[in-house]
């Protein structure tokens, strides 16, 4: 049974990310110095992504395609359209939710519109 993905920790996951680099690393018969070259990152990069520790997603992605493993970005990569009637329910929510301009208080607490010049 698969684990929810939702309920795991960040760390747990950047683990796991790191667990999957190393395993097709290994199964292609790359040692982490040749993945490192042919990335074009440091040794020390692709230790700590095997490790875990992803500091930069543009290093990761770059291990990935040595690898020829980013194929689990392509559903990130798709363009999700809007019908016209989903774009303007969306749009008229978000109107629907912006801040109303405030009024300045005076000394004892009740509100005045302040008057513009234009």
Known sequence: MEENIYLMP????TSKIGE????????QGFTQ???ADEAQVSYSTVRAIEGG???NFDSLLRVMR???????????????ELSPTEYL????????NR???????????NSK???SEW
């Open 10 to 13: 960040d760390g747990v996951i």
């Open 53 to 55: 520790r992803i500091g």
């Open 89 to 96: 329910k969306l749009v008229g929510s978000l109107n629907g």
């Open 66 to 80: 040595v690898l020829g493993v980013l194929d689990v970005f392509v559903p990130l990569t798709k363009d999700d």
């Open 20 to 27: 999957y680099i190393k395993r097709h690393r290994l199964r």
């Open 113 to 115: 519109k302040e008057n």
């Open 33 to 35: 110095t040749v993945l």
């Open 99 to 109: 801040r109303k301009r405030g009024f300045r208080k005076d000394k004892r607490g």
